[in-house]
């Protein structure tokens, strides 16, 4: 399951790389569709939802509108990820519960179920394999997971360096 935070979150289609990377430490992150920030913005009220987003308009109307709202600046991914889970204080880690790609839970399979998804060479070399339902997504502890794992401890150092003893200069009202 994604962390448990005091509330949802979603991201707008600008921060999808941002969301989708969220979700890999274990941080449930929605990405509706919504192009008209009108109606993203009102998906964010409704839910009671975080709204992330890089659009400063956005996220001054949003603001306006009792909608909480934390601005993300342009800047490289792991300074964007230790703002964001600093600011909402949030613990991120390697995570194989929750689909990188559409938030839903993953189950675990057997190799030979995934065997239906992947190479047979795949499904001989490992043996944990996730498979999201509603994507039809399989994942595996792969290659991958080297980079992952290197990108999380950059984002906690980055948190650590920047950030050590202060409040996040989030801008979440």
């Known amino acids: 399951m994604p962390e448990k935070t005091a509330t949802r979150i979603v991201a707008d289609v600008m921060l999808a790389k941002l969301a989708r990377w969220l979700r890999l430490f274990g941080i449930g992150v929605e990405n509706p569709r919504y192009t008209d920030d009108y109606k993203l913005m009102m998906y964010a009220k409704r839910t009671r939802s975080i709204l992330l987003t890089s659009d400063r308009a956005l996220h001054a109307r949003s ?3 009792g909608v909480r709202s934390l601005l993300v600046e342009n800047a490289p991914l792991e300074a964007q990820l230790a703002y964001v889970t600093g600011s909402l204080r949030l613990s991120p880690r390697i995570d194989e519960k929750i689909c990188p790609v559409c938030n839903s839970p993953l189950r675990k399979i057997s190799a ?12 001989e070399e490992y043996d944990a394999f996730y498979y999201c339902r509603k994507c039809g997504k399989v994942y595996w502890r792969g290659s991958h997971l ?14 650590k360096s920047h950030y050590t003893g202060l409040p996040f200069p989030a801008r979440i009202r």
């Not at 179920?113 to 060479?121: E, P």
């Not at 080297?146 to 948190?159: F, G, M, P, Q």
């Open 146 to 159: 080297k980079n992952i794992e290197a990108t999380l401890k950059r984002v906690l150092s980055y948190r």
């Open 63 to 65: 603001v306006k509108n």
């Open 112 to 123: 030979e179920s995934a065997s239906r998804y992947t190479t047979k060479k795949i499904a």
